[in-house]
């Protein structure tokens, strides 16, 4: 089995910063693209960032410039660096990422974390 557990949310003022963090736990070979999405209640989920595991990261145009993920696979630990919040970022935040696994690939979600940004 494996996981994702999300952790960082909460609340902040607009212009702050929040970090989050997502750790990865399990029987898995290696984590190969691994990524950030956000949803707001009665929208769809969207992408925010992803990283492959090795090669350029991509991000929604709303966050160029404010955000920054990274990972750590010596701790299968990918983050979401998140500056100049804005209220529009409010939303739970999921952490996904594609698992190299017997038999094939395992794409997991997280259980999703919430930011709130108050103006």
């Known amino acids: 089995q494996v996981q994702l557990v999300e952790s960082g949310g909460g609340l902040v003022q607009a212009g702050g910063s929040l970090r989050l963090s997502c750790a990865a736990s399990?029987?898995?070979?290696?984590?190969?693209?691994m990524g950030w999405h956000r949803q707001v209640p009665g929208k769809q989920r969207e992408l925010v960032a992803t990283?492959?595991?090795?090669?350029?990261?991509n991000y929604a145009d709303s966050v160029k410039g404010r955000f920054t993920i990274s990972r750590d696979d010596a701790k299968n630990t990918v983050y979401l660096q998140m500056n100049s919040l804005k209220p529009e970022d409010t939303a739970v935040y999921f952490c996904?990422?594609?698992?190299?696994?017997?038999?094939?690939?395992?794409?997991?979600w997280g259980q999703g974390t919430q930011v709130t940004v108050s103006s």
């Open positions: 399990g029987n898995f070979f290696r984590i190969r693209a």
């Open positions: 990283i492959p595991s090795g090669g350029s990261t």
């Open positions: 996904n990422a594609d698992f190299a696994v017997w038999g094939g690939t395992k794409n997991v």
